[in-house]
Structures are given as C-alpha cells and as structure tokens.
C-alpha cells in the first residue's frame, strides 16, 4: 500500500452533532462543544466513556492554554490521545486527518473531534474588532491596520482584475448559500436575501460588503471517528473517508506566492489521489466561505470548474441544490454559523449528513461521494477531504 493511500477505507465518521446556533447566551464555549458533543454520541449510540482520544481547537473567548484537555476534564474524557490544533479554518480537516493516522496506527480507537466558541454573546464589539486585525504580520502589515476583511478584499479585487469576476456574481454567491440555509432548521439566518439586498449592504472592505462576509454565531460542532471495522455495529450509517490531503504555502498573505492562485490545487490533488475518484465523481462540495470570494476560488483550486470561471458557476445556478455541484448545502459560514474553527467543522457534519440521506428538501438526491475543503488564514492552510456512503 503506498503513503498516498494508506488512510483509504481506514475510519469512517459514526456520530455528528451541532449545538444551538446563533446567539446563545448563558453558554460558554465549552458548553456549546459539551453540547454538540452529546448530540454526536448520541447519533452514534456511544457513551462518554467509549471514547478515548479527543481533538479540538482553540478559542477567542475561553480564557484556557491547555484547551484540548480542560475540554477532556470538562466533559469527562480521560483520553490516551488528546491535542488542541491551530490550523486557523482548516484545523477540522487536519484533525479528522491526525484522528485517522492515531486510529489507523493504534494509537487509539474513538476520537471525538469538536471546537465552538461563543463569539456572538462572549466578545464585546471591541474584542471581535481586534480579533479581526490578529491574523496580520505583527511587524510589517497589523501596524498599517489591516484586517482579515481586508485581506480577503484585495483577494476579491485581484481576482476581478485578471479574470472578470463580477460584484454581481460575489453577491450571487451569499445568495444561495442564504437559500440554503433557509431549509436548515438549525441555521441562523434563514430570512430570504436577493442580489439587490447584498449589493446595497454596508461596505465592509472594497469590493466586499457585510453581506458578503461571514456570520459571528454562537455555534459548536462535533464528529466522532472510528475504525471502518467498528463503525458498521454503531448505530447510524458512517461515512467512510475515501481521501484527504493537506497543504501550506505561506500565513502572511505578504509572502503569498500569489493573490489568485493558493494551496486548494495541492490538498485537493492529493486527496483525490488517495480517494481514486475525480472532481466529476463529487456529488456535493461543502466550501470554506468566510467570504464570497473563497469558495469561488476553491471551486477553481479543486477542478470544478476552469480558472476564472468560479463566479459563473455560481450566477448560472449551478452551486444551487439542484444545479451541477450543490454547494454548501448548510447554508455555510456566510448562512449557518461561523464561530472560529467550528464554521468548517460543521461543513464535515453537513458531508456526513448528505450522506446518509433523509434531508427533505435540502437533500441532494443520490448523494454517494461528498467533499469539504477548510481553508486558514488568509488563504494559507488547506485540507481537502472526501468522504463516501461506503468504503470504495
């Protein structure tokens, strides 16, 4: 068996769990991973005690250094495995990979991976503003006051410069992620959005305006990992993961090799090579989105449609559940939730979910081979990841 596919058919994800969603108060941090913890295990018919090996991230508004194991002391787990990761928002891809090597290499056997902040109710305007400048080079960017906003922004007008792309098209984008997200029960924005209404929102950072950038929820989210062996007595139907691929280019986007072109075409690549399927093989794409601009550049990295082409392929209708590749089926981070790492790991409940089918009008019909990508930074770390309703 070569590198490539030595994690193919190994783990399978058995329980997924989300908490409430939006604005929670009264509930920390670790309340909200608590909370979507017990939901997973509960999908997975597991008990606290089953498991031995926990994964989570980091946090804006818990006040803890060693989080990965306050949360095991918090929840109870007195695990053998146990790590708190940065990886910015691609840290629940990389988990699911750290949790299929231990798996696979013995190290442990169930790995509950979880991370959520409360950053709607538990950061005051001032804090979430410094959150947003935290991301930059401490010397040569934060001192000129850039911001994550920012940042993305001069991705977007980069990328409206060499191909066309169109503010029309970014905002067609928030679109159908909102008209997604209206057939979510769980989302926090459900209320219908029209092009016009994005257009005309409050300017953020130029081209960028509020309703093209992501939420601030109160959210956490929870997967639970196991060997494909266990995972068919449990009690719902896992997904197996067939693929999964990472990769880095830089963390300040001033040593950015490009502003349109990033490390997705690298994670992607490898995760298809360990999966053995291609782009045309992918029933549904659940998209990091912190901004408009990203999953169309990601729908570009990953092959899905040609290099410029992402905001047509969003315009035409064909990211809409229905269309070619129903994306961000949840309603995304721009939709559903965001609150720091738990935006992308709720893209990984959304996959599992497609899978296993039964979403009423949300649900892509047929759905066998579903992708999440998380991205981190500004653009800087990726993680593909391709999971499939039975091993392949």
Known sequence: MSQETMLRNKVAIVGV????????PGMTGLGLNAQAAKRALDDAGLKVSDIDGLLTAYSFTEPYFMLGTVLAEYLGIKPRYNASMVVGGATPGVMLKHAAEAIASGQCNTVLVCAGENRATGQTRDQTVAT??????PYFERPYGGSIPGYYAMIARRHMHEYGTTRSQLASVAVTSRRHASMHPNAHMRRSLTLDEVLASKPIADPLTMLDCCLISDAGGAFIVTSAERARDLKSKP???????EFHTHEHIMCAP???EFGAVQSGQAAYRMAGVAPSDIDVAELYDCF????VLELEELGFCERGAGGHFYEEGHAAIGGKLPVNTHGGMLSHAHAGVAGGLLAIVEAVRQLRGGLGERQVQGAEVALVHNEGGIMSSHCTLILANQPR
Do not use: C, D, N, R
């Open 17 to 24: 769990g989300e908490s409430q969603i939006g604005k929670v």
């Open 132 to 137: 947003l400048t935290s991301v930059g080079h």
């Open 239 to 245: 997904a197996y993961l067939i693929g999964i691929g």
């Open 258 to 260: 490009s502003l349109v």
């Open 292 to 295: 408009t601009i990203v999953p």
